[in-house]
């Protein structure tokens, strides 16, 4: 009787580990404001035909950049495929959808369904949610510690 149950733990366990989703964290470079903060204003943000281009971290390297901001794309499993999407964590209406035709290996385009994107309300969210951090891939002068400021700045 022992073994029946271990089997079938051992198939439920199989089929809620394939049902399982991830989650994965893209990042958009961005400038700092001054040696404290990082530069959080609706001009950071350049909306394509595609979204706001961000990356996997294992494809961000930004050298010029010295600040970076953190979206979650919820619900996504790796390997990615080519349109493969899930919600932006926190962020009601955006969609991450990865588009790899539109920057290489690791891009993915954030958008809002069914509208563009808007600029105040991707810094209304990192100041919201203290998305802003250190680009470790900065390799300029003078860091800053990246802080996320209060308001736009």
Known sequence: ???????????????????????????????????????????????DEDGLSTFEAANFI???????VRFTVVG???PFNQGDQGPI???????????????????????????????AEITNFVIANNASEVNVGYTGGSPSQCLTPAQPN
């Open 89 to 119: 964590h926190n962020m009601a209406g955006y969609i991450g959808v990865y588009s790899p035709q539109h920057g290489g290996l690791g891009h993915w385009s954030i958008t809002k369904d069914p509208a563009p994107a808007v600029p």
């Open 62 to 68: 930004v050298p010029g950049k010295p600040c970076k």
């Open 76 to 78: 996504v499993n790796p």
């Open 1 to 47: 009787m022992k073994s029946k149950n271990l089997i079938v733990l051992f198939c439920a366990g199989s089929l809620f580990s394939t049902l399982a989703t991830a989650d994965v964290n893209v990042f958009r470079a961005i400038d700092r404001k001054n040696a404290t903060y990082a530069k959080v204003a609706d001009a950071q943000w350049r909306i």
